[in-house]
């Protein structure tokens, strides 16, 4: 019947500071839903991530980020594409967690900063497309087939590089726009540090997967082209 499964939640504390094991043990004695704590030492989020796939007890793994809201279908919609399509990974949307107001002041450029993703007709993920950590569904036999999350990349882009060994292994991915998050953005991500920081994060990170893809004279015309894009932009 539809929406009836099981499922267990793996909660991966990467060495907080704060009573997050506190919370976790309150929500387990209050509720019926398996739930493991795992403490981590906080070697970054692909250690991280790592350690909830090795905790996980089922065939197929859920990732989903600890500043995000869920929509009440979330889970079900990632089931439901899984099913349907056969596909062994399957990804959704992520709006901004903010006023309607707030996004129409913000730039196609600076939603995407901000981790939307934004809504299109469900099919098949191309190169062009984003996947990420914060809303999507995978069977083991794909991390057990590619490799989990590289540990080195301490600073995000873990899932980024993941997913290019997910396309490389010729591994379809599904989108649905139906499995739906809400990714929070606090006061200080609308700042320019934070944005300029973030831009270049990403912009560091689309690089890694050009040279590793395609090696470097590609890696150096795109990074030509994206400056000149820029320049165009700014200047006009």
């Not at 903010?98 to 730039?107: I, N, P, R, V, Y």
């Not at 040279?211 to 150096?220: A, D, N, Q, V």
Request: charged share 25%.
């Amino acid at each position: 019947t539809e929406g009836v499964f099981g499922y267990e939640i793996v909660v991966v504390d990467d060495g907080s500071t704060d009573d997050t094991s506190n919370v976790v043990a309150d929500f387990i004695s209050k509720g019926p839903i398996p739930v493991r704590y795992v403490r981590e030492n906080g070697h970054g989020i692909a250690a991280a991530r790592n350690a909830g796939l090795a905790n996980a007890k089922g065939d197929w793994i859920a990732f989903f980020d600890d500043d995000q809201l869920a929509d009440n279908r979330w889970l079900m919609e990632l089931w439901r594409s899984q099913e349907s399509t056969g596909a062994r990974c399957v990804c959704g949307a992520r709006t901004l967690h903010l006023s309607d107001e707030e996004l129409s002041s913000l730039s196609r450029f600076v939603r995407l900063t901000l981790g939307e993703i934004p809504a299109k007709e469900p099919g098949h993920c191309s190169r062009r497309d984003t996947i990420c950590t914060g809303n999507v569904l995978l069977h083991r036999s794909v991390p057990e087939q590619v490799g989990g999350f590289d540990p080195a990349l301490v600073r995000g882009g873990e899932d980024t590089e993941f997913f290019m060994r997910v396309r490389k292994a010729d591994i379809a991915c599904y989108y649905t726009p139906h499995a739906l998050v809400a990714h929070m953005v606090p006061s200080y991500r609308m700042q320019e540090s934070y944005l300029v920081w973030a831009a270049k994060r990403g912009g560091a990170c689309f690089a890694h997967c050009d040279f590793t893809e395609r090696g470097l004279i590609y890696t150096l015309l795109v990074a030509g082209a994206r400056v000149a894009q820029a320049c165009v932009v700014h200047g006009s």
